[in-house]
C-alpha cells in the first residue's frame, strides 16, 4: 500500500511561484509513476502533469507546459511540482496520484491508471 501527502500549498500573487510536494510511504513507490492533478470548484479534474517510474518520461497538459515542472526523488520518495509564473486560472486544489502495478506505458494522465492519491492542498492565486 501506498499513502501520499501532499504539503505547499497556500495563497500567491499572479506571476509568483510556489512548490508543491507529495511524500510517499511504502516500499513501492519507485515502482510507481506519478501524477499531480487539480480541480477547480465546477470543473473536472485534469492530470497537470505525470512523471515515469525512474523520472525518465514526462507528460504535462498544455496550459501549464513550460510553466510547471515535476519531478522526483525516489530514495526520497518524495515527488514535486515547481509552479512558477503562476494565473488566477491554476488556482485549484492539488492532488497527488500515484499509479497501480500494471501500468504497462511509462506516463499516463488517465485518472483511472491511479490507484493512489493523497487528500489535496489548496492553491490560490489572486489577480
Known amino acids: 500500500q501506498v499513502q501520499l501527502v501532499e504539503s505547499g500549498g497556500g495563497l500567491v500573487q499572479a506571476g509568483g511561484s510556489l512548490r508543491l510536494s507529495c511524500a510517499a510511504t511504502g516500499r513501492t513507490f519507485s515502482r510507481s509513476a506519478m501524477g499531480w492533478f487539480r480541480q477547480a470548484p465546477g470543473k473536472e479534474r485534469e492530470c497537470v502533469a505525470a512523471?515515469?517510474?525512474?523520472?525518465?518520461?514526462?507528460y504535462y497538459a498544455d496550459s501549464v507546459k513550460g510553466r510547471f515542472t515535476i519531478s522526483r526523488d525516489n530514495a526520497k520518495n518524495t515527488v514535486y511540482l515547481q509552479m512558477n509564473s503562476l494565473k488566477p486560472e491554476d488556482t485549484a486544489v492539488y492532488y497527488c496520484a500515484a499509479t497501480h502495478g500494471g501500468l504497462i506505458v511509462a506516463v499516463t494522465a488517465t485518472a483511472s491508471n491511479y490507484a493512489y492519491w493523497g487528500q489535496g492542498t489548496q492553491v490560490t492565486v489572486s489577480s
Open positions: 512523471i515515469s517510474k525512474s523520472g525518465g518520461t514526462t
